[in-house]
């Protein structure tokens, strides 16, 4: 099925591993070129941009600075093959567990999760809208988390952050509707990446704190979902390339989530 990505511009932030760098290969497969934003590149990062698929921006998007470099940067990109940028596709972001109770959250962690998974979002997406107001077209998808709307205490911070990232999107999606601009979010359950299941990860932490194995804690996060396992980051990918893409070129304001069912409710 042709998702009209064909020569089309993307940005990805968080782009060199997880979701990001299968969001980046998904787009990249669909022939679009995308500009892949990221602190450090990785082999199979780089092996995108060898075939001259991707073009890689190393930036430090945590800096207030660092979205709108990006999105410089991806404008020159467009405007060398004559295109525009057509989709944005905030990304990065991150959950250290909170293991030791609210009381311990200080100050600066809290201001660490809102400015990594919501404010890093909203100021690459208002540095590109003009871009795409100007073009009146463009395709916004954000992946937020199911702890949105199920928040966990052992994130606490990153479930309050992440549920304003949805709530911003939803609002934004109703006042740049009327430029052509779609603006949609998914919401993934646990999805396997170094995130959950790496080293430092969230199993391993959590393991750590209460003296068990990391493989048993993954099984356990696992077992919450009816499907009895964890989303893969291509499965993730796949939907942000439907939502990116003309096929879904009337919908928006919306939250789509993946998670195996681990959302019992309605």
């Given amino acids: 099925m042709d998702m009209g990505l064909r020569g089309r511009t993307a940005i990805v932030t968080g782009a060199s591993r997880g979701i990001g760098l299968a969001v980046t290969r998904a787009l990249v497969a669909e022939g679009a070129t ?84 919501l404010m890093v979002a909203v100021r690459a997406t208002r540095a590109v809208l003009p871009h795409m107001i100007a073009a009146g077209h463009g395709s916004i998808v954000t992946v937020s988390s199911v702890n949105a709307f199920l928040p966990d205490p052992a994130v606490i911070d ?67 979902a009816a499907s009895g396992r964890f989303t893969q980051p291509d499965e993730v990918a796949d939907l942000v390339v439907l939502l990116a893409g003309e096929r879904a070129g009337n919908v928006t304001g919306a939250d789509f989530t993946i998670d195996g069912g681990l959302i019992k409710t309605l």
């Fill in 34 to 117: 995308v500009v892949a934003g990221s602190r450090a590149s990785s082999a199979q990062l780089d092996e995108l941009v060898a075939a001259g698929s991707a073009v890689s921006v190393l930036v430090d998007l945590s800096d207030p600075k660092g979205p709108a470099e990006l999105v410089t940067r991806a404008a020159e990109v467009a405007e060398r093959s004559g295109g525009r940028i057509d989709v944005l596709v905030n990304n990065v972001g991150g959950a250290p567990p909170r293991l030791d109770g609210f009381l311990a959250v200080t100050d600066e962690q809290w201001l660490g999760s809102i400015n990594l998974n």
């Fill in 158 to 224: 990153y479930s309050a952050a992440k549920g304003a990232l949805t709530n911003f999107s939803k609002s934004l999606s109703k006042e740049v509707a009327a430029h052509g601009i779609r603006v949609n979010t998914i919401s993934p359950g646990p999805v396997a990446t170094d995130l959950w299941l790496g080293a430092g990860g969230v199993a391993e932490r959590i393991a750590r704190k209460n003296g068990v194995a990391a493989k048993d804690v993954a099984a356990g996060a696992a077992a919450d």
